[in-house]
Each structure stands twice: as C-alpha cells, then as structure tokens.
C-alpha cells in the first residue's frame, strides 16, 4: 500500500479528509472562483473557508462590520445567500466581542461539529448556501441556554 492510499483512508476514515459542509448539498452553490467574485476577501474567508473576525473589533482582512453594535429592530441574513437567519429580537450582548443570537429563525441554519483548536465546539452555517457564519456554545440567556457567537462580516442587516 503507498502512502498517498494509507494517509487518504486514513484522513477519510477519520473524516479529516472529507469535504467541508459547505462542498456539497445545500441549494446555492458556485464555485470558489465564483464565491471569490461575489463576496469581499474577508467575506469569503469567513463564509467559505470558517476564519473567524477578530473579538470586540469585528474586523478581518481590513474590513470591519458594524453589527456587534447594531440596535435596531430587523433580520440579519447570510451574506453569502441573502437568507433571513437571525432576528433581533434574539439578539443579546453576550461580552465576547462577536454578535449574539440565543436562537436562528426557523429553518435557517444547520450545525456541525467542529474538533478543530483540539476542542469540541458546534458550528453553525447557513442551511441554504453553507457559510460559516460562527459557532454555538451552552452558555446563552434563557429561554434556550445557547449563544450563536457569529461573525459580523457574515451577516448584513436589515431594519424593520
């Protein structure tokens, strides 16, 4: 057995080697050079390949997104797809630096797990075009107990 067939069945095996969620399977999908052309750097970064915004500055690559701060009543959506994900009517400021939703609207996101930095966390995308847009943890405010800390550059705004 050569090393390229043990090292890819074992990364399959293990399912380091899988394709990321985001490959295959969900409703809008383009191609990397196609993503490339539709979002900004530090977008496509957050939303194709799950980099994370800087905490409390909410800036990646130069480009810096006002929603940690964002007070008025609206939806947040996907900037990959434009699909309603989160309402502000969830929204709470968790301290963590990142916008914080304890719930997603119905039928907008999906969540996988997520073993890297050696730990084990939720994250969460979009269940229409598969972006990243953060992770969700067991420590948010009632009535759910959970905190989707998200990306702000993930996510555009718009007010009621």
């Given at each position: 057995?050569?090393?390229?067939?043990?090292?890819?069945?074992?990364?399959?095996?293990?399912?380091?080697?899988?394709?990321?969620?985001?490959?295959?399977?969900?409703?809008?999908?383009?191609?990397?050079?196609?993503?490339?052309?539709?979002?900004?750097?530090?977008?496509?970064?957050?939303?194709?390949?799950?980099?994370?915004?800087?905490a409390?500055?909410?800036?990646?690559?130069?480009?810096?997104?006002?929603?940690?701060?964002?007070?008025?009543?609206?939806?947040?959506?996907?900037?990959?797809?434009?699909?309603?994900?989160?309402s502000?009517?969830?929204?709470?400021?968790?301290?963590?630096?990142?916008?914080?939703?304890?719930?997603?609207?119905?039928?907008?996101?999906?969540?996988?797990?997520?073993?890297?930095?050696?730990?084990?966390?939720?994250?969460?995308?979009?269940?229409?075009?598969?972006?990243?847009?953060?992770?969700?943890?067991?420590?948010?405010?009632?009535?759910?107990?959970?905190?989707?800390?998200?990306?702000g550059?993930?996510?555009?705004?718009?007010?009621?």
């Amino acid at each position: 057995m050569s090393r390229r067939i043990f090292m890819t069945t074992t990364l399959a095996a293990t399912g380091l080697g899988a394709f990321p969620t985001w490959a295959t399977g969900f409703e809008v999908t383009h191609s990397s050079a196609e993503w490339k052309k539709l979002l900004s750097p530090a977008q496509y970064a957050i939303l194709r390949e799950e980099v994370t915004e800087k905490a409390f500055s909410n800036s990646l690559m130069g480009e810096t997104s006002s929603l940690l701060k964002e007070a008025r009543k609206g939806t947040y959506h996907c900037a990959g797809c434009d699909l309603p994900v989160y309402s502000s009517e969830t929204k709470f400021d968790s301290g963590t630096g990142w916008p914080s939703f304890y719930a997603s609207l119905e039928n907008a996101v999906g969540t996988k797990e997520d073993n890297t930095f050696f730990t084990k966390r939720t994250e969460v995308h979009c269940r229409r075009c598969g972006g990243h847009l953060g992770h969700i943890f067991n420590d948010g405010p009632k009535p759910t107990g959970k905190r989707h800390c998200l990306n702000g550059l993930a996510m555009t705004f718009t007010a009621a």
